[in-house]
């Protein structure tokens, strides 16, 4: 898709797509957690093969999609291999449409949702909150209410970072906005809500691209290159996150 608020920009061209590796690196070097990002994992060749190694090596899997390539043979796949699925939604109807710049993402969510009822898969919803998006959240919370298979609800203050950048002007809201407008959120009693400022996001996030190359990020908006996840070992990258690491990335699942 073409979000203009994306923030993942370092591997976006075709790559030699080393997933199945990366998993199996990740599991020797003891992480615990992997989320396969997109964009949409799903459209990706060696998703599924690496996801179902992740489940084989005991990695709580977690996979965030924007369902453009969900496909309704997924569905038992999800359920087999995958702990917690994030869905992107950041407003209902042609809000969303608008914000992705697709004409049909609101549509094949819908579809996506009203398939993947009763599964044991934890469903959660991630919504970028932006100044384009900002009046909608009620309606949006009064939409995510009527599934009862979404679990988690977790709302991103847009956060200028690395491509991102150049669009800060269309879509930043403050510390102070944000925390205004989501106060309301907590008193929904039947989603649980997780809200992050963007300070509470970086350092100490893990990025890994397909080729393996490690990167972490700053507030200054920058990626922090930290070697490739093949040749360094542990104990010299927990040297490297030494001091950056953010607390609450820590036990958020556990």
């Avoid at 599991?27 to 489940?55: Q, W």
């Avoid at 900002?134 to 609800?153: A, G």
């Avoid at 205004?180 to 959120?185: D, H, I, N, Q």
Wanted: hydrophobic letters at 35%.
């Amino acid at each position: 898709m073409k979000c203009k608020f994306c923030y993942v920009s370092f591997f976006n061209k075709r790559l030699n797509d080393r997933s199945v590796e990366i998993i199996q690196r990740a599991a020797k070097l003891d992480f615990d957690i992997v989320t396969f990002s997109g964009g949409d994992p799903f459209s990706k060749s060696n998703f599924r093969k690496a996801c179902i190694e992740a489940n084989r090596l005991g990695l709580q899997t977690h996979v965030d999609t924007n369902a453009l390539a969900i496909r309704e043979e997924d569905i038992s796949f999800i359920e087999d291999n995958i702990d917690i699925l994030g869905i992107s939604i950041d407003g209902v109807g042609e809000t969303h449409n608008k914000l992705r710049e697709s004409k049909n993402s609101f549509r094949k969510i819908e579809d996506v949702l009203s398939n993947i009822s009763g599964l044991k898969t934890t469903i959660k919803v991630n919504t970028i909150l932006t100044k384009e998006n900002i009046n909608c959240l009620e309606e949006l919370s009064n939409f995510l209410t009527q599934y009862p298979q979404i679990s988690i609800w977790s709302v991103y203050q847009f956060f200028p970072l690395d491509a991102a950048t150049k669009f800060k002007e269309r879509y930043f809201i403050s510390n102070k906005e944000f925390t205004k407008r989501t106060s309301f959120l907590r008193e929904n009693k039947k989603l649980k809500i997780e809200l992050f400022p963007f300070s509470n996001r970086v350092t100490g996030y893990l990025f890994v691209n397909e080729l393996g190359r490690m990167f972490t990020n700053s507030l200054e908006g920058e990626y922090l290159e930290l070697g490739s996840i093949f040749t360094t070992e542990i104990e010299v990258l927990e040297s490297k996150l030494k001091g950056l690491i953010n607390p609450r990335t820590l036990n958020r699942y556990k």
